[in-house]
């Protein structure tokens, strides 16, 4: 069974530019976790869905982020316009439900560097 | 915001030896997760902690619970160059779904 798929793995852009990231969670997930790791640091819950509404967005900055999880599958996080400071790995997580010791299975990642 | 600080942050040893990294918050959690993350990749669950005292092994790893459910710590006995990576706790609260991670420990088992 293929496990959490994002891509790109890599993007990088100038600042004031738009990026897009996919995910693709574990089949039959229903929760499903946009996080963003920085270098050295731990990653930080960006927004989480369950099925197709996002239930947790408050730590996600709405002036340039969105996201969306059409038919509570596939996802797409969007960043409009970079800038340098998001440069960092966006990773995706599913899990089977929403339960605090739930098991999260992540994704490779998708480093963003903006220039 | 429950905040979840690793000890140490950094850490080298030689292949063979013993080592203990610690996860400690002044917070309680309902449960608490250890992951390892390698270079390039998203972290991989190791094991979920959830009552106080436990203690799990998981071959060479041995993972324990703080009684009280504040901390917890990760030891690793007889350290190969294959577990090289960073190791991240993630604990949740009381009736809360949300994990907060910890800035990990990075760790480096020379062959």
């Known amino acids: 069974e293929a496990g959490v798929v994002q891509s790109p793995r890599y993007k990088i852009i100038e600042k004031k530019q738009p990026v897009a990231f996919w995910c693709n969670p574990i089949s039959g997930h229903n929760t499903l976790y946009w996080y963003l790791q920085n270098l050295g640091q731990g990653p930080e819950l960006l927004i989480r869905y369950e099925n197709e509404e996002a239930v947790d967005d408050s730590q996600l900055p709405k002036d340039r982020f969105s996201a969306e999880r059409l038919k509570g599958v596939d996802s797409t996080l969007k960043i409009q316009p970079a800038e340098l400071g998001d440069s960092a790995v966006y990773l995706c997580?599913?899990?089977?439900?929403?339960?605090?010791?739930?098991?999260?299975?992540f994704g490779a990642g998708s480093r963003l560097t903006v220039l | 915001t429950q905040l979840l600080k690793q000890s140490p942050q950094f850490l080298s040893i030689q292949e063979g030896e013993n080592l203990t990294v610690y996860c400690n918050s002044s917070?309680?959690?309902?449960?608490l997760q250890w992951y390892r993350q390698e270079p390039g990749e998203g972290p991989v669950l190791l094991v979920t902690v959830v009552t106080g005292g436990e203690v799990k092994k998981l071959k060479r790893l041995t993972f324990q619970f703080g009684d009280a459910r504040k901390d917890s710590s990760l030891h690793i006995t007889a350290a190969q160059p294959g577990d090289t990576g960073l190791y991240l706790c993630?604990?949740?609260?009381?009736?809360?779904?949300?994990?907060?991670f910890g800035k990990g420990t990075k760790l480096s088992v020379i062959p």
């Open positions: 997580a599913s899990s089977a439900g929403a339960f605090s010791a739930n098991v999260l299975t």
């Open positions: 917070s309680v959690f309902s449960s």
């Open positions: 993630a604990g949740a609260g009381a009736g809360s779904y949300q994990l907060t």
